[in-house]
């Protein structure tokens, strides 16, 4: 399943840039980002509820907050890109 995760971390604090750090750390294992705080993912239902899981122990609740969205089998019907893009095919291999 394709998913976009995004998050809002308070970074008033140093505790709260390490926690934005560590999202971002997280997310980039299981996807791309497509915008600063919006990472696009292709997961099962096993790394998806690891992903929730993992970033429920990272994240702060009474001030941090995060998002996921399901976009489901047709997403390339659904999402519409303008401007610069340095995204890649998440569901081509990567070569480098």
Request: net charge positive; hydrophobic share 30%.
């Amino acid at each position: 399943m394709f998913i976009l995760v995004t998050y809002d971390i308070s970074t008033t604090t140093k505790e709260g840039r390490k926690r934005l750090r560590q999202v971002a750390k997280v997310c980039l294992n299981y996807g791309q980002r497509v915008q600063n705080s919006v990472f696009e993912c292709k997961v099962d239902e096993g790394q998806f509820s690891m992903l929730k899981h993992t970033l429920d122990k990272i994240i702060d609740s009474k001030k941090d907050s995060l998002r996921f969205y399901r976009l489901g089998k047709n997403y390339k019907k659904t999402v519409e890109q303008m401007g610069h893009n340095e995204s890649y095919n998440i569901e081509e291999p990567l070569i480098l």
